[in-house]
């Protein structure tokens, strides 16, 4: 059985999650398997992409202690099926971009080295 092709993210998602994440130090940005990936050094921050569904989503790294609570908070949150700590929100029209922001510096001051991480701001 043929899988169903990926639609293509949309380029302004693309965009914005990229100009979230180019504030971090040493950050870029890579094709990845399907979708666009940006990684701090060898580690992953942020992987969007298409489904073979049709929906978009955005995984990202997350504390241990809190990929439950992802799980069980149900859409647009999820966990990924790869990786102990890796979880996600779907992607579409109501897509609370400040949140993802938030959750996107966790993902980079998780998987930066700790002199690049105490660069970030953090609010509060």
Known sequence: MASA???????????RIGAMLAAFPEVREHD????????????????VFGGEDQ?????????ADEVMAFQ???????????????VGVLLDD???WDELAELLTDSYCIQA????????????
């Open 5 to 15: 092709k990926r639609p293509s993210v949309p380029a302004e998602w693309i965009h």
């Open 94 to 96: 109501d897509t609370d």
């Open 32 to 47: 990845a398997w399907v979708g666009m990936a940006w990684k701090v050094r060898s580690a992953t921050v942020a992987h």
């Open 55 to 63: 929906r978009f989503r955005v995984t990202f790294r997350t504390d």
């Open 72 to 86: 069980h908070m149900g859409e647009p949150y999820f966990r990924a099926e790869w990786g102990s700590n890796v």
């Open 113 to 124: 080295p700790a002199a690049l991480a105490e660069q970030v701001p953090r609010p509060g």
